[in-house]
């Protein structure tokens, strides 16, 4: 599956940014979609994930209650809505994709991603 992640851009902290993921090349409701980050410096880290039909997902600690991860199996498109921004989560966000993730924050898990967008608060 081929993985194409748009939305990213510059906002300021307490703004709101809405991230796309649009999947192509599979059947997208047979796989796990997760976002990861990563800042200059620092390792790649989850962020967020759903399951194939959307009625599981699970959070990192750091953007529980701000961000919520959605996808439309009909649209072949996963989702991140980022409210309340802070400056720490500036970082490139990538969308991932595995068929199956029992280790669901682990990167390697992953066996597709998308090429990254960057987002940027500034404080």
């Known amino acids: 599956v081929q993985l194409q992640a748009s939305g990213g851009g510059l906002v300021q902290a307490g703004g709101s940014l809405r991230l796309s993921c649009a999947a192509s090349?599979?059947?997208?409701?047979?796989?796990?979609m997760a976002w990861f980050r990563q800042a200059p410096g620092k390792e790649r880290e989850f962020v967020a994930c759903i399951y194939w039909s959307g009625g599981s997902t699970y959070y990192a600690d750091s953007v529980k209650g701000r961000f919520t991860i959605s996808r439309d199996n009909a649209e072949n498109t996963v989702y991140l809505q980022m409210n309340s921004l802070k400056p720490e989560d500036t970082a490139v966000y990538y969308c991932?994709?595995?068929?199956?993730?029992?280790?669901?924050?682990?990167?390697?898990?992953?066996?597709?991603w998308g090429q990254g967008t960057q987002v940027t608060v500034s404080s």
């Open positions: 090349g599979g059947t997208f409701s047979y796989y796990v």
């Open positions: 991932a994709a595995a068929r199956y993730a029992s280790d669901y924050v682990s990167p390697r898990q992953y066996r597709h």
